[in-house]
């Protein structure tokens, strides 16, 4: 699977939108701003030296998610709207495990990661805490099911192809065969034509 450029853009995209955002927020301490911009670009620094090698190593896939799930968190235990790192922290789970079991558990991880910093967010209460479950609870579900999905429509898709090769295949063998079966019908004609010769 080939690492696909507009996941770069994606990601800077993300991370300077919600940067640019924290500046215009009237009543958000500097120390809230600074670190939430402080692990939006640990978010980044890790996507652009480690993430991008996700798709041919394992190592850097997992040092990726965990360090994606670590600053997702932090930079939403600073400010909950931060919580949008998701929209692309969740499909880059999906892009770059490579097995189900694994980015199921990797989405679990991050949306536990997000539902903790929303719950800091808001203020270490009963009800924050209820209202940082109920988020995460959905963006986890919302998550799941569309890679789920994805997955198998993937996998159709892959199946399909194989179906297609070996039609191909099957295909050419019948040519093959059909001109071989030409050949000796030739043959014989001639055959029988020097025999009655």
């Known amino acids: 699977m080939d690492n696909p450029k507009w996941w770069n853009m994606a990601v800077a995209v993300l991370t300077v939108a919600l940067a640019v955002m924290l500046f215009f927020i009237d009543n958000l301490s500097p120390v809230r701003i600074l670190g939430a911009q402080a692990a939006l670009a640990v ?13 041919h190593r394992q190592w850097a896939a997992v040092a990726f998610i965990t360090s994606m799930t670590v600053t997702s968190g932090v930079a939403t235990a600073f400010y909950p709207a931060m919580a949008a790192i ?15 079991r ?11 990661s997000v539902g903790i910093g929303l719950a800091v967010s808001f203020g270490l209460t009963a009800e924050s805490a209820l209202q940082a479950a109920f988020t995460a609870s ?3 579900g919302f998550s799941i ?7 198998r429509i993937f996998d159709l898709s892959t199946e399909r192809q194989a179906l297609f090769e070996d039609l191909q295949a099957a295909q050419g063998q ?16 001639l055959s029988r034509e020097l025999h009655d010769t």
């Open 174 to 189: 019948l040519a093959a065969l059909h001109r071989d079966s030409g050949v000796a019908s030739e043959r014989e004609l």
């Open 43 to 55: 978010f980044a620094a890790s996507w652009y030296t480690v993430g991008r090698l996700a798709w």
């Open 86 to 100: 998701q929209c692309v922290a969740f499909p880059l789970i999906w892009v770059i495990t490579r097995s189900l």
């Open 145 to 151: 099911a569309l890679g789920l999905w994805i997955t």
């Open 138 to 140: 959905l963006s986890l």
């Open 102 to 112: 694994n980015a199921i558990l990797a989405n679990i991880a991050l949306a536990v």
